[in-house]
């Protein structure tokens, strides 16, 4: 079964640091750009980052450039979003998602597995 699972999300004060994973099974990602997305009530998915097959190529929306970092481990069919100096707008859903690709990655392409998401808030 293929799946894709986040994990991390919680509650955190602005300023605080999450880092969020995201677990494959079913398939290898070692043939999938990774991407993050979040949707925070009444506002539209918003990509947020991601990362090419073998770590080459990142991409970074501007709200959170300077302050998320994406990553993945091959070995263990992961991929991970560190977010530090957390504000109360990150507050979302957080979703990982997959797409097959030789190549390069961006958060406009259509994804093609999809995890379940995990809560991030950001609050004092």
């Known amino acids: 079964q293929v799946q894709l699972v986040e994990s991390g999300g919680g509650l955190v004060q602005p300023g605080g640091s999450l880092r969020l994973s995201c677990a494959a099974s079913?398939?290898?990602?070692?043939?999938?750009?990774i991407g993050w997305f979040r949707q925070a009530p009444g506002k539209e998915r918003e990509g947020v980052s991601c990362?090419?097959?073998?770590?080459?190529?990142?991409v970074y929306s501007d709200s959170v450039k300077g302050r998320f970092t994406i990553s993945r481990d091959n070995t263990k069919n992961t991929g991970y979003l560190q977010m530090n100096s957390l504000k109360p707008e990150d507050t979302a859903v957080y979703y990982c998602?997959?797409?097959?690709?030789?190549?390069?990655?961006?958060?406009?392409?259509?994804?093609?597995?999809w995890g379940q998401g995990t809560q991030v808030t950001v609050s004092s």
């Open positions: 990362i090419s097959r073998v770590s080459a190529y990142t």
């Open positions: 079913g398939f290898t990602l070692d043939y999938y750009a």
């Open positions: 998602a997959a797409i097959r690709t030789p190549g390069g990655c961006s958060v406009y392409a259509q994804y093609r597995y």
